[in-house]
């Protein structure tokens, strides 16, 4: 499957016969493979953790990995408000999942957008819909995706009424650049060299969430999050870019946004560690 180099045969002269000649840190990455390696666990899984390691894999192995990670199949009896709502069943039957739920609970009730009904169903509704629209389905109304935006910690109860709405019809936008169809496009069509750019982007943005979130993620999941979640930056930074141009009225091209070069997010630097909170909330 590629997650080790293959060797390479050389003669060694007439009558001498032949040698297979393997990379220098070959018993260093079967180690690493053995390591991570266990039962049930699919390979994919073991490529984005050498992936994220800085291991040379085949760009084919990367691209399967992404590939089967990021493909949802919608039986063709179901529609994607279905399947988000049997994930959130499932999500709730973890601890895991019923800490999210609490969380996501108070943001609401501190935001004030509940408007009367219980902050935990409301919350539910919330995780409902970020599964919907991450399967390509969209939010139903925009007192919905404004219960959203709440809930996932954004300040969107201060804007006045027709702002809220403003903000709601815009990131409704934004959201649909982001389900696993177009993230698996982003996934099989970006340069691999700038998903790996993406991946230490992504873990400086991981140490940004709230210690309670962060404490919900399992340590094997988190060493997993940054490659998986490259594709999510890379497509960040493509809106960025575009909403960049837009702003300083350069006119868009047909077609597709040309890949940056690497994804290093020009349009929204990273903030620098002595002050990253401060400009991220300001981001």
């Avoid at 399967?64 to 279905?82: C, G, H, I, Q």
């Avoid at 049997?86 to 601890?95: A, E, G, K, M, P």
């Avoid at 993406?198 to 940004?208: H, K, Q, R, S, Y």
């Avoid at 890949?259 to 991220?280: G, Q, V």
């Amino acid at each position: 499957m590629g997650l080790v180099p293959r060797g390479h045969r050389r003669f060694l002269g007439r009558g001498r016969g032949t040698e297979v000649v393997y990379p220098d840190d070959m018993a260093e990455r079967c180690c690493q493979v053995a390591k991570r390696m266990r039962r049930g666990q699919p390979w994919q899984m073991v490529a984005f953790s050498l992936f994220a390691g800085g291991a040379d894999l085949p760009e084919e192995t990367i691209r399967a990995a992404y590939r089967w990670a990021l493909a949802v199949e919608v039986p063709s009896d179901s529609d994607e408000l279905d399947v988000a709502e049997r994930s959130v069943d499932q999500l709730l039957s973890t601890v895991a999942g019923r800490r999210l739920e609490g969380l996501v609970a108070a943001q609401v009730k501190r935001s004030g957008v509940a408007q009367g009904e219980p902050p935990a169903a409301v919350a539910r509704g919330v995780l409902t819909n970020l599964f919907l629209v991450q399967l390509g389905g969209e939010v139903a109304d925009y007192q919905a995706m404004i219960e959203l935006l709440a809930g996932i910690g954004l300040p969107i109860a201060e804007l006045p009424p027709d702002e809220r709405v403003q903000a709601a019809c815009f990131m409704d936008t934004v959201f649909s650049a982001f389900s696993f169809d177009e993230l698996a496009g982003v996934a099989e069509n970006t340069p691999v060299d700038e998903l790996r750019a993406a991946i230490p982007v992504v873990a400086n943005l991981l140490e940004l969430l709230p210690p309670a979130l962060r404490a919900l993620v399992p340590g094997t999941v988190a060493e997993l999050l940054p490659p998986l979640l490259a594709p999510l930056v890379v497509q960040l930074g493509r809106i960025a870019a575009s909403l960049d141009a837009d702003r300083h009225g350069v006119g868009q091209s047909e077609g597709p946004l040309p890949s940056p070069r690497p994804a290093t997010m020009d349009p929204m630097p990273l903030p620098s560690a002595s002050h990253r909170k401060s400009e991220a909330r300001n981001a």
